[in-house]
């Protein structure tokens, strides 16, 4: 399967995954609390190239992957490099934003509106301290209406379903600067021998 499939199968993925976070949001007015990073400041965040391609690709076409590239190498920080603190300030507090929100990967989507199974079958949703804290009437009645039926995303299925997509990179689990370090070197090596996609942009 080519590079561009590659990319136009996970972005479909991830329209079908939108609705339905937004459709479980609406049914359960759970939100993320406006300006909030929090969970994108966190070293320990793991992802796949895979779910970061049409990312990749997005910075290539602009004539962007090699300079990005560069900057992820020479980084030392375990912090998301797509994560925006406000300030410098802000990069302890959590205040900040994802810079390509469109292009944000699976693990992104999922937390906060995704859910796992525990031993007992029963659906647990991976949400943050501040939405169970301070959306804690509205949480309660998502658990509950989880266990009687309500439809919730659940992690293993997308990642299983990202895996269909490419078996390898959708498995290589590591940490997120890694896997926007691979996902750029897939899309790198690719065009390497092959001629560029229509719209590219060389900023050389």
Not at 1 to 10: D, Y
Not at 12 to 23: F, R
Not at 38 to 64: I, M, Q, R
Not at 118 to 126: I, P, T, V
Request: a positive charge.
């Amino acid at each position: 399967m080519s590079i561009i499939k590659k990319v136009r199968a996970v972005d479909n993925l991830y329209a079908g995954l939108d609705k339905e976070i937004a459709s479980f949001q609406e049914k359960t007015s759970l939100h993320c609390k406006a300006g909030c990073g929090k969970c994108c400041t966190h070293a320990e965040v793991d992802a796949s190239p895979l779910e970061f391609l049409p990312w990749a690709y997005h910075l290539f076409v602009n004539g962007l992957a090699g300079e990005t590239l560069d900057t992820l190498k020479a980084g030392s920080s375990a912090v998301c490099h797509i994560y925006q603190p406000l300030s410098l300030v802000d990069k302890k507090n959590g205040n900040g934003k994802c810079s390509d929100y469109i292009y944000r990967g699976l693990i992104c989507r999922l937390f906060g509106y995704g859910a796992n199974r525990d031993k007992f079958g029963e659906m647990r949703l991976a949400t943050c301290k501040i939405i169970k804290e301070e959306q804690a009437q509205n949480f309660d009645e998502a658990r509950i209406s989880m266990q009687k039926g309500l439809y919730v995303p659940v992690f293993t299925d997308y990642y299983m379903k990202l895996s269909q997509i490419d078996f390898i990179l959708g498995n290589q689990i590591v940490p997120i600067n890694r896997a926007l370090i691979l996902a750029i070197e897939e899309v790198l090596q690719y065009y390497a021998y092959r001629p560029f996609p229509r719209g590219f942009k060389d900023c050389a």
